[in-house]
């Protein structure tokens, strides 16, 4: 079953990416960084400095050049998994919406960085 689940999840994420790369719009920062505050992700990340979590730069220069950097990234943003802070796992949250669209530009956001 959980393979299932993983390939669902997969697969998701690649419809997903191929669909906001049909258009390829710029993204809206606005609503990133609305989406952001709604799931409280400012808390551990910021745009240019690392806090608990890495910043959004390092983020998108880890992905730089790699073809399933939006179909990764999706999945690390909307899928619950447990991640080391100061040597404890914790788990990490994930935004606070199911809508595509919005998830797909706040991943493009974090990519244009």
Excluded at 53 to 78: F, H, M, N, Q
């Amino acid at each position: 079953m959980r393979h299932v689940l993983k390939g669902l999840a997969t697969a998701a994420a690649l419809m997903l990416s191929a669909a906001a790369q049909a258009g390829n719009p710029a993204p809206d920062e606005a609503g990133a960084m609305a989406l952001l505050k709604e799931s409280k992700c400012l808390t551990c990340h910021s745009v240019d400095k690392k806090k608990d979590g890495p910043a959004y730069i390092e983020v998108a220069k880890k992905y730089r050049g790699k073809a399933d950097a939006e179909a990764k990234l999706t999945l690390w943003v909307s899928k619950k998994h447990t991640v080391e802070i100061d040597g404890e796992e914790e788990e990490h949250g994930m935004v606070k919406t199911r809508d595509a669209g919005r998830i797909s530009n706040l991943v493009r956001w974090i990519l244009s960085h």
